[in-house]
């Protein structure tokens, strides 16, 4: 999940708005541009997410034909989007995001990934339509080494504009990649919404048993697949992943969704 930019930002409390007369020109903004991407690589690896953007943002300030800087700018606003308070968090800017994918897309036009980002930022903003527009070609490029993140983009697109039966299509192609977890959680969707409860525990089923430790906390599985069980009947094991989802996070809607699920369902409760 991903994120884009303005023209005039802060780096290290001096306020850029254009260059300045001692600002570096031709190859040796280049260099730069390229030296204060990398810093905002390491930053951002070492968990310092505000001091990468800023310096991912100088980057792109210095040389504006750097794709990968405003690529990896556009990434670091989306990751804002994806803490406890979701799209609503303060720092969670779309259309900044929107701005710096296009803007990576400008310096190189045959980015990729940064097609895929800019179709996710669409699915973000409720426009799946242009999402679909940006990703149906991205999966027929047989260059592209990450289709299956692709796939997984235009089929939650078409599921966000009605179109189920072919986002069910799509996310079939995206989970070729087993370990996709967030494909096989948004086929779970599909299917719920075609009302395929068996087919839909299963699909949350295997997002939940990739092993990894970002798949087995997708807070949104366990609440999709107690909500399925509920509905085949089988109200222990959907109390069961109701607990878990709570245990991950109260903060979150899926959390405060689960707690108030769980008061719904007769038995004992944790």
Same mark, same amino acid.
Not at 52 to 57: C, N, P, T, Y
């Given at each position: 999940?991903?994120? @884009? %930019?303005?023209a005039t930002v802060a780096f290290g409390g001096v306020a850029c708005s254009g260059k300045g007369a001692n600002a570096p020109t031709g190859q040796g903004a280049e260099r730069q541009s390229e030296a204060e991407y990398d810093v905002a690589r390491?930053?951002?690896y070492k968990g310092e997410t505000r001091s990468?953007?800023?310096? @991912? %943002?100088k980057a792109v300030?210095?040389?504006e034909e750097n794709a990968e800087a405003a690529y990896f700018a556009s990434t670091i606003y989306l990751s804002f989007c994806a803490g406890e308070r979701g799209l609503d968090a303060p720092d969670c800017r779309l259309g900044e995001a929107e701005r710096l994918a296009k803007k990576a897309l400008k310096a190189k036009s045959e980015f990729r990934d940064g097609?895929?980002?800019l179709g996710q930022i669409y699915i973000l903003q409720n426009r799946p339509k242009d999402a679909v527009s940006v990703l149906e070609p991205?999966?027929?490029d047989a260059a592209y080494t990450h289709s299956y993140l692709a796939?997984?983009?235009l089929g939650w697109a078409q599921v966000q504009a009605g179109e189920v039966d072919q986002g069910i299509v799509s996310l079939k192609n995206a989970v070729t990649q087993p370990r996709f977890c967030v494909g096989h959680y948004r086929l779970g969707v599909a299917y719920e919404k075609k009302q395929s409860f068996e087919l839909a525990e299963k699909s949350f089923s295997d997002a939940l048993s990739v092993d990894s430790p970002d798949c087995q906390a997708l807070q949104d599985a366990w609440q999709g697949r107690a909500r399925v069980r509920v509905r085949l009947g089988k109200k222990d094991d959907a109390r069961k992943d109701y607990e878990k989802c709570v245990s991950l996070s109260k903060a979150t809607q899926a959390g405060r969704a689960c707690a108030n699920a769980l008061t719904e369902i007769p038995g004992e409760k944790s």
């Open positions: 999940m991903a994120a @884009a %930019l303005v390491d930053l951002f990468a953007l800023d310096r @991912a %943002l300030e210095l040389n097609k895929n980002l991205l999966t027929r796939w997984g983009n």
